[in-house]
């Protein structure tokens, strides 16, 4: 039988999914070992789940395959598949846009399909993009960084709810937690405080990957319906691994997620969003340093006094070249992940936040308490305005996570 060129390309990127190559820089050997993503392993079924179904696909830059083809060039080339569109999340299919913004609808020059922005959209605003997009089947594969408020988790919520409304069915492919999923960490949202960061009461870290979030979301927060649902789980990933064991190259998920200690980082020094302080956005190293104008050595000197496992603060200087204090010195801290299995972000994060307040004058929240959305309550805000420490802040979450850790158990595909 004689291929057409589609369907030759199409088989190429099936074998190259498949997983015969090593990334760049892996060891000797590893390719035998590490992670088979859900795309991968979908490949390698001859995408028996998207058989007779007209396909969209959800994703960003991220959604690629072991030798670094974009999935949906793969798709398009492959005749077995009847890709029909593509949809773009925050930050945009092609991932040009910066925090807060996404793409405008337009047609992908490599394969002419038609480009959805999905940002903003949600309900039956976003089901009448589906239904426009005249799909049968919305699959999803971007890569998380295990935060509640990184928001492609919430577009993946939104797409199973519009999903539901049109009558479409979803695949999620599955894709590594980075930083693993050993554990929930956080406080959980409370319902009051939702928004895109934040939509249902899940933990801040919430140790899951997308496949399992998927699976938590239509069991326990089905809103418009419970979404025909179907995952394709990775092989080869433990709740343990971070993302440097699995083999995967790494592409930054966001303009300011440039490498897997970036995520370590995140679900802590991201809080500093809700504050006066730079998150270290316009610098090389977001999130790994945090800092602002006439801060000093005192706040790092503090920080290591708090005796906190796994991390060091050191003294550093930066000048970010765009976003908050752009082009202004500033003196701030920069984290040093010494023992990731003992480090949590969180109470790092936290941590950071009562000493700023004890030894910056000039410490403040967003007038916005923006705050209060990024960690789900007004708790953390009151209580550091009051004094309390580390535990004690930590201590009133106890309770809603060890709830939501019990419900998270019952999701989890993973040993």
């Known amino acids: 039988m004689t291929l057409s060129r589609r369907g030759v390309l199409g088989l190429a990127g099936a074998m190259g999914a498949a997983g015969a190559v090593v990334p760049a820089g892996a060891a000797a050997g590893a390719a035998a070992g590490r992670v088979r993503t859900g795309f991968e392993r979908l490949a390698a079924g001859g995408y028996a789940e998207l058989a007779g179904q007209r396909v969209g696909v959800v994703t960003n830059p991220t959604g690629i395959t072991a030798d670094a083809r974009h999935l949906v060039d793969v798709l398009h080339a492959d005749e077995r598949v009847d890709l029909v569109a593509v949809f773009g999340p925050e930050h945009g299919f092609r991932g040009t846009a910066q925090a807060g ?72 492919l599955d894709r590594p937690n980075p930083v693993g999923g050993r554990r929930a960490a956080g406080p959980v949202l409370e319902r009051a405080y939702a928004s895109f960061v934040g939509r249902e009461p899940i933990a801040l870290a919430h140790g899951m990957t997308a496949a399992e979030l998927a699976l938590l979301f239509n069991g326990e927060f089905p809103g418009a319906g419970r979404v025909r649902l179907r995952t394709v789980p990775m092989s080869g990933w433990r709740r343990e691994s971070f993302f440097g064991a699995t083999g995967l190259p790494w592409v930054p998920p966001s303009p300011n997620m440039p490498t897997p200690d970036t995520a370590l980082a995140y679900a802590g020094t991201c809080l500093f969003e809700g504050t006066n302080l730079s998150e270290g956005r316009g610098t090389t190293t977001p999130f790994e340093v945090v800092g602002g104008e006439g801060v000093d050595r005192r706040w790092a000197e503090a920080a290591n006094g708090l005796g906190l496992p796994g991390v060091w603060f050191r003294e550093t200087w930066f000048t970010p070249a765009f976003s908050k204090h752009a082009g202004r010195l500033c003196g701030g801290v920069r984290l040093v992940v010494h023992d990731r299995e003992a480090f949590d972000p969180v109470r790092a994060g936290i941590g950071l936040l009562v000493t700023a307040r004890r030894v910056w004058s000039g410490f403040g929240w967003r007038a916005d308490h923006w705050i209060d959305r990024l960690t789900g309550s007004d708790r953390v805000r009151t209580m550091v305005d009051a004094g309390a420490g580390v535990e004690e802040i930590a201590g009133a979450w106890e309770a809603g996570l060890a709830r939501f850790s019990a419900v998270r158990e019952r999701y989890l595909l993973y040993p």
């Open 101 to 172: 913004g996404s793409e405008a609808a337009t047609r992908d020059p490599a394969t002419g399909l038609p480009v959805y922005d999905t940002y903003g959209k949600s309900g039956q605003g976003l089901a009448d993009v589906f239904t426009a997009a005249g799909i049968d089947t919305v699959v999803f594969d971007i890569q998380d960084v295990g935060a509640r408020f990184y928001t492609y988790i919430w577009t993946l919520y939104d797409c199973m709810r519009a999903a539901a409304l049109a009558g479409k069915a979803v695949v999620v």
